[in-house]
Each structure stands twice: as structure tokens, then as C-alpha cells.
């Protein structure tokens, strides 16, 4: 399960998806969870899910890779299926004991989930197709207006992005924990829910340290190199927007109008 969690791993690529600026990427998500949050109906939702579907063509990413990355939320879809499914007031159309499943209900059911996918699976093709160092950098440039205010906006974005960096190392590291644990008898796989989370108990301590000493090993790393934060910093490869952006913003902002159009229309 926890080598199923792929967030924040990235795949280097050359297609139109990996060239895009950073800015323009971050942009487009905010737009896309605008649309996405707004669209209510069916139509309104498939629009979203088929612009999702040719982003992740553009940028030949594998499908199967991001349908792996959703096992472990799994339990989150379905969960909140079977309360969108049998408390929804409307038309019954099944009724079985103190349950009823209703027409309305099951349009939001799956609607609820299509929605719950298609956010996963965006915010996996962003990390997927952008390096942290990418995504460090565009935030950072995104939230510069507000180093008038003395806001910490370089510190800020760099904690994001070493947090987003170092979720498949902590996943791999909980892995040798639990491997090394089983192969001393201990058994994470059978009994109930509230004896599996006891079991989970002496994997914590061990991952609470190691992550502490490899925060400490990155500071010393980072002082080492005369690390002062945003103050005086160059970059070597400065952003530059291209046609290709602004055309992509384009895009989004078009699709954004259109699910708002077809909210207003009903569907």
C-alpha cells in the first residue's frame, strides 16, 4: 500500500506538459479546482475530466500510474460514496431496511467521486511533470507581492517544496521500517482496525527519528553552503513566460467559462 502512494515523485519528460512554466502550471491548477468545484452537473463535470484526460495525454503520462497512486485513498471514494449514496434526500427508487438509495443520490455519488479523482489526479500530474526546485521557484514568484508586507515568501516556498520532496523518501523509509519489523514476527496485516493501528505504533518512533536526523543532516547541508534564505539569491535558469503559457492559461480560463455555462444551463 504505502509503495502505492506516488505524490510528489517526479518523472523528467520533454513533451509540451514538462516545458510549461512553472507559474503557468500552478495557475492552471488553481483555475482547473475552480472549474472543478463548480461544475455540479454531469456535463459540467465530464468537460473538467476530459481537459484532465488530454493534459495527461500531452504530457505521456502513464494512466496506470496515476490510478496506482489512488489505492491508498480508496477507502476515502468509497466512504464517501455510501454517504452520498443513502443520505440524500429525493426520489426513491430502492429501499432496504432503514437504508434508501434515491435518483438524486446517485447522481451525486457519482458526481462526488469523479470529483475526488479528478482532484487527485491533477494535483499528481502537476508534481509528476514539475521538480521541486521547478515548483520552489514559480511559487515563490507567484507570491512576491507579498514581500512588501515582509512576508516570508521564499522560506515558505521552499518548506513546500522540501515537504513535497521528502514524501517518497519518508514512504520508502516507512517500508524498511515495517520490512525489517515483519521479519522480527511482527504482524501488521491481521486482526481488527484498532489492533492494526496498535501494531502501527513501534513503526512511528523509528520514522519519527530517522525524519529528525535527516532535517538535521538537510540543515547542516544547507549551512554548509552558505544558505541565507532568498536574500542575494541568482538563479540560474530565469522564468520566462512563452506563447505556449499564455495560450495554456487561455485554455483553462475557456474551459472555466464553459463549466459556468453549463452550470447556469442546468447541466
Known amino acids: 500500500m504505502l509503495k502505492d502512494i506516488t505524490l510528489g515523485q517526479y518523472f523528467p519528460g520533454d513533451t509540451v506538459v514538462h516545458r510549461l512554466d512553472p507559474r503557468t502550471k500552478l495557475l492552471s491548477v488553481i483555475v482547473y479546482f475552480i472549474a472543478l468545484f463548480t461544475a455540479s452537473g454531469v456535463f459540467s463535470t465530464l468537460l473538467v475530466m476530459s481537459t484532465l484526460l488530454f493534459a495527461v495525454a500531452l504530457s505521456r503520462i502513464r494512466p496506470a500510474s496515476m490510478l496506482k497512486g489512488m489505492k ?124 492494526r493501528a496498535k501494531a502501527l505504533l513501534p513503526v512511528l518512533v523509528p520514522l519519527f527519528v530517522s525524519a529528525f536526523r535527516r532535517a538535521d543532516e538537510l540543515a547542516t547541508a544547507m549551512e554548509c553552503r552558505c544558505y541565507h534564505g532568498g536574500e542575494g539569491r541568482t538563479r540560474m535558469k530565469t522564468l520566462k513566460m512563452q506563447t505556449a503559457d499564455y495560450l495554456t492559461l487561455l485554455f483553462w480560463c475557456l474551459v472555466l467559462a464553459g463549466v459556468i455555462l453549463l452550470v447556469r444551463s442546468g447541466l
Open 72 to 195: 491508498p485513498l480508496l477507502f476515502i471514494i468509497i466512504f464517501t460514496a455510501i454517504l452520498n449514496l443513502f443520505y440524500t434526500e429525493g426520489t426513491v427508487v430502492a429501499r432496504w431496511w432503514l437504508f434508501r438509495i434515491t435518483a438524486e443520490g446517485i447522481r451525486r455519488t457519482i458526481i462526488m467521486m469523479l470529483r475526488i479523482m479528478l482532484l487527485v489526479s491533477c494535483t499528481f500530474l502537476l508534481t509528476y511533470t514539475t521538480s521541486p526546485l521547478q515548483l520552489t521557484d514559480g511559487l515563490e514568484h507567484l507570491l512576491r507581492p507579498l514581500k512588501k508586507v515582509r512576508f516570508p515568501v521564499h522560506e515558505l516556498s521552499m518548506m513546500m517544496s522540501i515537504a513535497l520532496r521528502f514524501i517518497p523518501t519518508l514512504i520508502e523509509e516507512t517500508d524498511k521500517i515495517m520490512s525489517a519489523q515483519k521479519a522480527r514476527g511482527a504482524d501488521f496485516d491481521t486482526g481488527g482496525l484498532v489492533k
